[in-house]
């Protein structure tokens, strides 16, 4: 625009070529106009449809990814406890185990105390009846 105001002999260059390319494309465009914007008002209506049912398009990308990861973390620590389940159960198991053998072991250990106790008494008695009495 403002080379055609400094100089009057291209702008009247410059207005006949318009008029000219004007005067062409004008029958092509009232030919066009109608199909065109039918197919404009189709990718209109196909856009709203997009947005409404698939709402994460009004997302910022800076949000999805986070959530992505967010979720992708999740997962991860899922995995991490499936994978370490059946180790965390052997172990249990163990301690378990273990925790009812010493208690079978306490729980035992007077009985056998008895057991001992009362086979020394027997036996001591069978010796006091066997043998005569000491002389003092």
Same mark, same amino acid.
């Given at each position: ?6 100089h ?67 997962? %991860? ?17 163990v301690?378990?185990? @273990?925790?009812?053998?010493?208690? @079978? %072991? ?28 000491a002389?003092?």
């Open positions: 625009a403002g080379t055609k105001r400094s009057p002999g291209l702008r009247r260059v410059c207005e006949g070529l318009e008029n000219g390319v004007t005067a062409v494309l004008s029958p092509v465009i009232a030919t066009l106009e109608p199909p065109i914007s039918i197919a404009n008002e189709f990718a209109c209506k196909g856009l709203d449809w997009l947005e409404t049912a698939f709402p994460v398009l009004h997302t910022p990308t800076e949000q999805l990814v986070a959530s992505a990861k967010t979720k992708m973390a999740e997962l %991860q620590d899922l995995v991490s406890v499936a994978a370490n389940a059946p180790a965390d159960c052997v172990s249990l198991g301690s378990w185990l @273990a925790a009812r053998l010493e208690g @079978a %072991q306490d729980r035992g250990r007077p009985l056998v105390d008895r057991a001992v106790e009362t086979a020394l008494a027997t036996s001591e008695a069978l010796v006091d009846r066997m043998l005569p009495p002389e003092d």
